[in-house]
């Protein structure tokens, strides 16, 4: 199993960015599909982009397209997750997680599909 550390969370106004960064420890990281979940107390964890193993293959939760983009350096075993147009309804703590699999460009979207998770890091965007 990978190892993973997220940071790039904060306070954010609505209308603005950020980007997160989840950085993999191991040999392993290229040889894992990943994804961000984001949750919020109370809520179920949700998939918010996935992406697959070859970075080519992406998918994103329907209330994300076209403001969040997934993308992935394996040289740098970093998967980022770039945000814009932020609404309050993003505020979450959103999760990286791994997935080691044999399909070059798979991506998985369900919480069970994943084995290795981080910490989290919180994102807030104030109205």
């Known amino acids: 199993q990978v190892q993973l550390v997220e940071s790039g969370g904060g306070l954010v106004q609505a209308g603005g960015s950020l980007r997160l960064s989840c950085a993999a420890s191991?040999?392993?990281?290229?040889?894992?599909?990943m994804g961000w979940f984001r949750q919020d107390p109370g809520k179920e964890r949700e998939v918010v982009a996935a992406?697959?193993?070859?970075?080519?293959?992406?998918n994103y939760a329907d209330s994300v397209k076209g403001r969040f983009t997934i993308s992935r350096d394996n040289a740098k075993n970093t998967v980022y997750l770039q945000m814009n147009r932020l609404r309050p309804e993003d505020t979450a703590v959103y999760y990286c997680?791994?997935?080691?699999?044999?399909?070059?460009?798979?991506?998985?979207?369900?919480?069970?599909?994943?084995?290795?998770w981080g910490q989290g890091t919180q994102v807030t965007v104030s109205s």
């Open positions: 997680a791994a997935r080691n699999t044999y399909y070059v460009d798979s991506t998985y979207a369900a919480v069970s599909d994943y084995r290795s």
């Open positions: 191991g040999r392993t990281f290229s040889l894992c599909a």
């Open positions: 992406i697959s193993r070859s970075g080519v293959v992406t």
